[in-house]
């Protein structure tokens, strides 16, 4: 059993950034793939980004070129760097180890 707590919600600008943890209790080295799926008011839950224990990764159309999803077995953490937020990236964004485990969710808000 794996815990997933993600951290680095917020409320930020049109065109600011914010990076995404999330924190795992135990390895993921075995989890593949890792991702984060995002739900926004009134919509079903979609993959965001996710990455294979090699290191190939696959974006959303919507968020190709903005976003950078990475990964630190090391580390037991999964990353998402996001960049030029826009107001429809507004979600709820959750980790997701293996398709199996997920965390509760950080909130993204995107306003001016």
């Known amino acids: 059993q794996v815990q997933l707590v993600e951290s680095g919600g917020g409320l930020v600008q049109p065109g600011g950034s914010l990076r995404l943890s999330c924190a795992a209790s135990g390895s993921i080295f075995s989890f593949n793939p890792m991702g984060w799926y995002r739900q926004a008011p009134g919509k079903q839950r979609e993959l965001a980004a996710s990455?294979?224990?090699?290191?190939?990764?696959n974006y959303a159309d919507s968020v190709k070129g903005r976003f950078t999803i990475s990964r630190d077995n090391a580390k037991n953490a999964l990353y998402l760097q996001m960049n030029s937020l826009k107001p429809e990236d507004t979600a709820v964004y959750y980790c997701?180890?293996?398709?199996?485990?997920w965390g509760k969710g950080t909130l993204v808000t995107v306003s001016s």
């Open positions: 990455i294979t224990g090699s290191g190939i990764t």
């Open positions: 997701n180890a293996g398709l199996d485990y």
